[in-house]
């Protein structure tokens, strides 16, 4: 079954630099790569994924980078906030239906103000 | 984004009891829900996939007479633990994937803390 990597576990950043997350995976037949954040206490929230089809996608101070040569895709967090303060997860799937998401282990995100 | 419920928030029961744990996709249907268990400080770990009107997948280690699931409707989805020990103590979160567009995106509830002493 799919495998997915998630590096660092713990990323610590001052307020204002950027952030990555890297993951990898093993399956060579996933094409869905979501990105998740999970605040303390909370359900995980969708904050951006990208598709096989594309090797970059961008929304506003968040950006995910595809690599499917390499199996291997990162969350960019520009300008960072206190509010970017989370745990992050990548997850990957194998097509576009309804099969379940394999997780990485997470990052936990500190941004020092 | 697309939001899903989940009721209630925080449950206390005594050992040998059993709760139930309701999944809502608010504003879409969803053919398929999961449920997750999340213990401190680590992923979220699959307990079983539940498609409206058959019987849930479980994966393997989840004891399928002990987590029942039912997905009754396109927006409502179930997980009971029964006879419930303190062992089932967890955070338990519910997902639901959205096929507007073909996307199914899978959107998250706020999750579920259950204690049981």
């Known amino acids: 079954g799919e495998n997915v990597e998630q590096h660092p576990s713990t990323l610590s950043v001052q307020e204002g630099d950027s952030a990555v997350i890297k993951c990898t995976y093993s399956d060579s037949a996933s094409n869905y790569f979501p990105w998740y954040k999970q605040e303390l206490g909370k359900g995980p929230q969708l904050i951006i994924d990208?598709?096989?089809?594309?090797g970059e996608k961008k929304d506003q101070r968040i950006a995910v980078t595809l690599n499917k040569t390499a199996k291997h895709f990162s969350l960019h967090i520009t300008e960072t906030q206190p509010e970017d303060s989370a745990v992050y997860f990548c997850a990957a799937r194998r097509s576009f239906g309804n099969e379940k998401l394999t997780f990485g282990t997470g990052t936990r995100l500190t941004i020092i103000p | 984004g697309a939001v899903v419920s989940q009721h209630p928030s925080r449950v206390i029961c005594k050992s040998g009891t059993s709760v139930k744990i309701e999944c809502r996709s608010l504003?879409?249907?969803?053919?398929?829900m999961f449920w997750y268990r999340q213990f401190p400080k680590q992923s979220l770990m699959l307990m079983a996939t539940s498609n409206e009107g058959s019987k849930a997948t479980y994966e393997q280690g989840v004891e399928k007479d002990k987590f029942l699931i039912n997905h009754a409707s396109l927006t409502l989805s179930t997980l009971t633990v029964t006879s419930a020990h303190p062992e089932d103590s967890s955070f338990y979160i519910c997902?639901?994937?959205?096929?507007?567009?073909?996307?199914?995106?899978?959107?998250f509830g706020p999750g579920t803390r259950l204690t049981v002493t």
């Open positions: 990208i598709r096989s089809n594309v």
């Open positions: 504003d879409f249907q969803a053919t398929t």
């Open positions: 997902s639901a994937s959205n096929p507007q567009g073909g996307s199914y995106e899978q959107y």
